[in-house]
């Protein structure tokens, strides 16, 4: 697990967020560094309930699955999937090991976190022995879920490579093997209007597919300057755009903005597993997209350089790197 910097508030740089935070629940109110500015609090948008694009990957006909994957790319940036091969019970074991993980004392959690050789709580690598061997069935599990959905997100950059008509292979060949996840855990929260779990972003990855509990609502997507709830779905994916993939294809597909906000009642865990690219796959568009119309913009890089970068700066890269206003 890797707990990405979204922080990136510029006027307050001591906000924290709520996602990870182990202690909160000893507290009756908000502590004061949890607290977002005015702007962006959840209360002071509307949510709307518009629908997020369903897509049913399970179908036959595979130019309609491309087409509505197409069109949700680009005009939404993030939908969500159904019949797309994993099992439930596959599902349903992840969830409940990093539920089981998250419930484990801090004491513990520090252990399985130190096996990193640079201590950050992560699963970055192939390499089990660093992966924690609590809860139990942990390694197994999650391991089987990493090759399923690696093959998942083949297949839905497969799909979506052909709908752009991009040279074949061009998106896929990018991905990286090493399997990336992030366990979020959202403790219940004393005053949920005044603060974020995760504050608005787009994701550095290629695509990222999260797995949220069917019973707890939290996850926003912004679209045309409203947020809409992304309702859970029985035994669905949420799949949503990185902003990698916006720059590929030199913004054919857009990267979802989303954010995640807390409830007062329940906890929350999410599994998000981002595909990002390899680590020296240089990010710049496909030739197909870059024409007089479309210049290329900003400078290229390797993924690993773009990551550090997003680490420490977050959304600013689209600005300072590649001139797209957030
Ligand atoms: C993330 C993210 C949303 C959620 O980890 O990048 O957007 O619902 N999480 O946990
Ligand atoms: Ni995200």
Known sequence: METLNNNNNSDNSEIKLLANRLDIHR????PKYYVQPQESRPDKVMVKNDSIPIINLGGHDRAHIINQLLKASQEYGLFQVINHGVSKKLMDETLNVFKEFHAMPAEEKKIQCSKDPDGK???YTKNMNYWPDK?????????????????LAHKILELLGEGLGVAPKYIYNKMGEDPTIVAQHYPACPDPSVTLGIPKHRDPSLVTILLQEEQV?????EKDGQWIAVDPIPNAFVVNIGFILQLMTNGKVVGGIHRAVTNSKTARTSVVYLIYPSPKAIIKPAEE??????????KFMNFEDFHAYYVKNGMKIEEEYFKIKP
């Open 27 to 30: 507290y009756s109110e908000v």
């Open 121 to 123: 709580f992560k699963i």
């Open 135 to 151: 809860p139990h069935k942990y390694r197994e599990i999650v391991g089987e879920y990493t090759r399923e959905l690696h093959a």
């Open 217 to 221: 609502q939290g996850l926003h997507l």
């Open 289 to 298: 997209f870059v024409n007089e119309k479309t210049p290329t913009l900003g």
